[in-house]
């Protein structure tokens, strides 16, 4: 599943990357992301175990996280939601879509370090490396505390009543964004 996403994230970083200046972008993704989670409410209660998961499943979960880079795509979100239409039960498509975010997650993380400590001497002399570890220390914390609550909402299976926020979000964004 790692592998389409490096993929997909190696040959359209910079496609990507454009798209977070464009506040359509994030609206019609949150909109995107609120459509899978009212989708998924909707399928009988999937009953794949690993076994019968396969490996080309895992691909198709790893295309949808590779598109999870856009903005407004939910990673989480769209990798939980293909694992289940593809039928592998709630608790393990939300374990497996964790899993398989940690050596993505991982590996964007060492590409940026990488890029940064390129830069001339000057510019990154500039860095306020104190708020960089600060936030990095607070995303993790706040992650790990998402984390569980993710975990809830999936077994419980109320994951898809998120997708009200996401159209809501994703509505405000874009009548802000196109209103004259």
């Known amino acids: 599943a790692c592998i389409p996403t490096a993929m997909i994230g190696l040959t359209f970083q910079d496609d990507f990357e454009a798209q977070f200046s464009s506040p359509a972008s994030t609206g019609f993704g949150l909109l995107v992301t609120g459509s899978l989670l009212f989708a998924i409410g909707r399928l009988p209660r999937p009953n794949r175990g ?7 499943r895992a691909i198709l979960v790893g295309i949808a996280q590779g598109m999870a880079i856009l903005p407004g795509i939910s990673r989480s979100g769209s990798t939980i939601c293909i694992a289940q239409f593809l039928g592998l039960k709630r608790r393990w498509s939300a374990e497996f879509s964790f899993f398989i975010a940690a050596p993505v997650i991982a590996g964007a993380g060492i590409l940026k370090l990488r890029e940064t400590m390129h830069l001339p001497a000057d510019v ?16 993790a914390i706040s992650g790990a505390l998402a984390l569980k609550l993710l975990m809830r909402l999936v077994v419980a299976d109320k ?12 509505g405000v964004v874009l009548v802000i964004h196109f209103m004259p």
Request: glycine share 12%.
């Open 50 to 56: 690993w076994r019968r998961f396969g490996w080309w």
């Open 124 to 139: 990154l002399n500039t860095i306020a490396w104190g708020p960089i570890i600060a936030g990095t220390a607070c995303a």
């Open 159 to 170: 994951l898809q009543y998120f997708c009200y926020y996401c159209w809501a979000a994703g």
